[in-house]
């Protein structure tokens, strides 16, 4: 188990080290500068800028400056402001994250019950309304979504802000629009599982033993049923945790997903590639995870023999 | 992004059908201690040298005075300065510093404080974007680039202290500044105790000089003992500035290191520092190459045409007459900055905790991507003209995001052109027959324009061709802004908006087309020549030209570029095509990212681009004309015409503004006749303002004084 993790965090290192130089050499090849700009500047003040970054060494200085940060754990510092990559990581990513969490906890509640009521009322009516909304919400996206409930539930209604998270009720428009990317594919996933958990054997006896509906569906075959929404999970959590640009730009959101796009345009390599790293590390981590979850289910996995 | 403006529009569809767009509260609900005021984007500094960013201007005019401030329509007015001279031939300017002007820590703000920051701005190392901005300053543009030192000592034929260059193109051997210790050095406040160190530096550690002690433009050196140096100190994690007393550096590591150098072109010579100089009319004395040593030079701020004769006196001086040197000193680049707060933090000195201000308000706190809160300044020396107690300044970055908070009333007012286009046609009352009240729309001194390349579409004919292809009054009526179109480079007021006095000014009669620069209200008007405007028939006869002149070199083909992103670019683009279609061109177009357009403008590799000018003085000498100066990196149609050039020099000694002005106007008819640049409109400003606001609104450069703005009650 031990060789397996210390395996596994060197590989992750490696995956890391890739990263950082495939951005920084991307980063680099891509056209522009960093202070590149459309107002009137003269060449001096223009090198004077570019040399107090030192984006006039050669390109193997800079690399090699940029890893002897990462080394350090030291992801840079901006160079179009005042702030440290780190620093603004750390402050952003809870952001994105928090309002992640709660879009997939509405999901998760909401999907839920749509997918077991459309399992237990497998081709009716109920069934297609519930599925039919399943397929709006995964077919919709989120910067149409997130507009119209703005038009309708803040400016024409009045009762939710229409941007910003100022309070509480500023979570709740960015919550739905990332939630409804989840709740559809919850709800679908939730139906299959319960149909098939509902004819399973078990449920048959537990119906034959003259148990409740409710006490039935709810309790012996959701157990079941939600299998495949617990698999689901995994790469919908690694998703919210690195925010949804869209909507944190449509709502206003101090989150990760924005400051970084502002980076692309702004050719602010330390902020690109220490959040590119950033990113790196997080999906390693979570698989890493994953992995021992199976690890820990399947000895198979374990011993290196899968 | 187009779906989510489109859809954003569907609220401003079911508005209600009143005076004004979105929420008014009423008199009562309202608090007139704060100002509320949406943002677009995030400032990247707060530091007024290194700020760039347009939502960085108005928090820093806000924060940090200076010699003259913005006034409401835009204007310099008084500030730290209550009166100056300006000498007849416009080269030397003196200003007069109030005596109760103070930073928030209560030391008074001098006009060494003025000196201090127009030095930290000249100085490379600070990499100052807003550097350019001092460029007529004598002596600036050489030091930044780090070409000229004053002599420490005698080297023959020149005297200690005379202002040389390096004669080579080449880059300087070494850094002549950098100085080390034998022993620790304790880096204080100038006259402080060693015990009052904020930074220490090791022995033996190298620092960089910035200037000493008892210059031209320095504080003066405490009384007993010798000069103290200002250094800084850059080591790992370690980035101070501060002042030692001279004698501890008693290091030089480039002290023998050899440099070519001759003594500097007079033009560009701060004169009181040549010894022996005579009056200008001297003939111009041999300049020699000579090698000078490290340990003779220095670079320093005493090369600058910057001067305190006392501490409520500074003097700058230009290298030419420069009539709009006077408008650039409520710039960013002469916003005073305290010493002794970036001396201890050199980039971080703005953080709410550290920051030490002169101006109205002063920084509360500031939530990267959220808000910024100013509070009004507990020192400032006019405090009647802050009528708010906080100014809550929200970072919005998305323009639908901005005007629904604007709708919502989350907002008093917004900056300008935060509105998508998709609202323009609501709030215009191009939908619903009349405009709302609380949206302004008023010209901005910029222009739209699309460059040429000269070195590719070589043929003068073709290039008029296509500027008289091009009916422009069309283009508002798809951009919903109220552009005003224009085929004139110089942008201004149209003639028949102008108010009576500038009429005058201007010499224009009411019914003349096009547009006027105002320069000073009722006064000085710069009226430019017309361009190159719509007449198909000419565009044909040119076209004919053309083809006759350059046979199977005539392009089948050229290609014009946009910035993907917005809408009113591709709009514009597809007209222009289609405009050009009709004379029997054939014209692509390509969408690129704003950054690869303006990397591909300045090298060259493209036919026609679209992009634009804005100007932050109302002056199109300094601020349009020069793009189109031969070499200019601003330059991006590669033009060069020597008899423009020649008219441009010969406007430059002028001191008759309107001789000058004439003499501008012939150059600016032969740059447009050329057509290297073919302008489509004037910019402007929109805003919403909701009718409670006072004091607040646009002007033509979009520098709106946000602390004059307050809240009626009624």
Not at chain 1, 28 to 52: K, L
Not at chain 1, 82 to 110: C, E, Q, T, W, Y
Not at chain 2, 436 to 449: A, E, I, W
């Amino acid at each position: 188990m031990i060789r397996f993790i210390v395996r596994r965090l060197l590989a992750s290192i490696v995956v890391v080290f890739v990263v950082a130089s495939a951005s920084f050499l991307l980063l680099h090849a891509a056209p522009g500068g960093p202070f590149d700009t459309a107002e009137r500047r003269s060449a001096v003040v223009q090198r004077a800028m570019e040399d107090r970054y030192g984006l006039n060494d050669s390109l193997g200085a800079q690399y090699a400056r940029e890893l002897a940060h990462l080394a350090r754990g030291d992801l840079g510092r901006s160079i179009k402001r005042d702030l440290s990559v780190n620093d603004m990581i750390a402050r952003s990513a809870p952001v994105s994250a928090l309002v992640g969490a709660l879009g997939l906890l509405a999901a998760i509640g909401l999907g839920l019950v749509m997918g077991v009521i459309a399992a237990w009322r497998r081709n009716s009516r109920t069934d297609y309304a519930l599925m039919g909304l399943a397929l709006v919400g995964i077919s919709i996206p989120s910067f149409v979504l997130g507009p119209l409930l703005i038009a309708e539930l803040s400016l024409r209604l009045g009762w939710l802000p229409p941007a910003r998270v100022d309070g509480p009720a500023g979570y709740v428009l960015p919550a739905i629009t990332l939630g409804m990317l989840y709740l559809g594919t919850i709800a679908r996933l939730t139906r299959g599982g319960m149909i098939e958990a509902l004819g399973q054997d078990y449920v048959r006896t537990a119906r034959a033993k003259g148990l409740p509906e409710r006490t039935v569906v709810w309790k012996h075959a959701l157990r079941l049923g939600v299998q495949p929404v617990v698999t689901y999970l995994g790469p919908a959590t690694a998703a919210l945790i690195s925010g949804s640009f869209v909507v944190e730009k449509i709502f206003q959101i101090p989150g990760l997903g924005a400051a970084f796009v502002d980076s692309i345009t702004e050719h602010d390599y330390p902020v690109l590639t220490g959040v590119f790293v950033f990113y790196a590390v997080l999906l390693v981590g979570l698989n890493l995870v994953v992995d021992l979850a199976y690890g820990l289910l399947d000895p198979r996995v374990r011993e290196g023999r899968a | 992004m187009r779906a989510l403006l489109a859809l954003a529009a569907l609220g401003a569809c079911s508005l209600p059908d009143g005076d004004y767009f979105g929420h008014v509260p009423a008199g009562d609900e309202l608090d007139p201690r704060v100002f509320r005021w949406c943002n677009f984007g995030e400032p990247d500094y707060l530091d007024p040298a290194l700020a760039s960013s347009t939502a960085s201007s108005p928090l820093i005019s806000t924060l940090f005075d200076a010699l003259t401030t913005y006034g409401l329509d835009g204007n310099p007015v008084p500030s730290l300065a209550t009166t100056w001279e300006i000498s007849d031939d416009l080269r030397t300017y003196t200003f007069h510093l109030r005596g109760d002007a103070r930073w928030t820590t209560g030391r008074p703000v001098t006009a060494y404080d003025v000196a201090y920051t127009a030095i930290r701005v000249a100085d490379a190392m600070t990499a100052s974007p807003n550097a350019d901005n001092l460029a007529p300053i004598k002596g600036v543009m050489p030091a930044l680039a780090r070409r000229v030192f004053v002599l420490r000592h005698d080297v023959a034929p020149y005297r200690a202290g005379a202002v040389v260059e390096l004669a080579t193109d080449a880059e300087p051997p070494d850094d002549p500044n950098r100085r080390a210790a034998s022993r620790a050095l304790a880096v204080r406040d100038l006259g402080a105790a060693p015990e009052a160190a904020y930074a220490t530096v090791p022995a033996g550690g190298e620092v960089t000089l910035v200037m000493t002690s008892g210059g031209r433009a320095t504080l003066p050196t405490p009384a007993g003992g010798g000069p103290w140096a200002y250094v800084h100190y850059e080591h790992a994690d370690v980035d101070v500035l501060g002042w030692v007393p001279e004698r501890e550096l008693d290091g030089e590591p480039a002290a023998g290191v050899a440099f070519a150098i001759r003594r500097v072109a007079r033009a560009d010579q701060p004169d009181p520092l040549e010894p022996g100089s005579g009056s200008g009319s001297d003939p111009e004395p041999p300049r020699p190459v000579v090698t000078a040593h490290g340990r003779d030079l220095v670079r320093s701020p005493d090369a600058l045409g910057v001067r305190v004769p006392d501490a409520r006196t500074i003097v700058f001086e230009t290298s030419q007459p420069t009539p709009f040197f006077l408008p650039l000193t409520d710039n960013r680049a002469l916003r005073t900055t305290p010493i002794e707060a970036v001396s201890r933090s050199p980039r971080h000195w703005t953080d709410p905790d550290r920051i030490v201000t002169s101006g109205p308000m002063h920084l509360a706190a500031w939530r990267p991507r959220d808000a910024i809160e100013l509070v009004r300044s507990p020192t400032y020396w006019d405090p009647a003209a802050v009528r708010v107690e906080r100014i809550r300044v929200l970072s919005v970055d998305d323009q639908a995001a901005a005007t629904n908070l604007y709708f919502t009333g989350a907002c008093d007012a917004t900056t300008a052109n935060v509105i998508p286009s998709t609202y323009l046609p609501v709030l215009n009352g191009e939908q619903r027959g009349r405009p709302y009240k609380d949206y302004q729309v008023s010209p901005n001194l910029g222009v739209y324009f699309a460059w040429v390349n000269t070195k590719r579409l070589t043929n003068r004919h073709l290039r008029r061709a296509l500027a008289l292809a091009i009916d422009r009054t069309q283009i508002p009526r798809f951009t919903h802004g109220g552009e005003i179109p224009t085929a004139q480079l110089t942008p201004g007021t149209p003639i028949a908006q102008l108010a009576p006095a500038d009429l005058a000014a201007c010499g224009v009669a009411r019914d003349a087309p096009g547009v006027a620069l105002v320069m000073t209200a009722g006064e000085l008007c710069y009226v430019p020549p017309p361009g190159l405007d719509v007449d198909l028939a000419a565009a044909k006869r040119e076209l004919a030209l053309a083809r006759a002149e350059m046979g199977d070199a005539f392009p089948k083909t050229l290609d014009y570029r946009y910035n993907a992103g917005a809408e009113a670019h591709k709009q514009i683009a597809e007209y222009l095509q289609a405009a050009w279609g009709r004379i029997g061109l054939d014209v692509t177009l390509s969408a690129q990212d704003f950054n690869s357009l303006l990397a591909d403008t300045r090298a060259g590799t493209y036919d026609i681009a679209r992009l634009g000018n804005q100007g932050n003085v109302a002056d199109t000498e300094s601020e349009f004309l020069p793009l189109f100066r031969c070499g200019s990196p601003d330059n991006r149609g590669q033009y060069c015409n020597p008899e423009f050039e020649r008219l441009m020099d010969e406007a430059k000694p002028m001191r008759d503004r309107r001789a000058r002005n004439a003499k501008l106007r012939e150059a600016e008819r032969v740059m447009i006749e050329d057509a290297p640049v073919i302008p489509l409109y004037v910019y402007t400003l929109k805003t919403l303002i909701k009718p409670y606001v006072r004091d607040y609104g646009n002007n033509v450069i979009n520098q709106p004084p946000l602390w004059r703005a307050w809240i009626d009650k009624r």
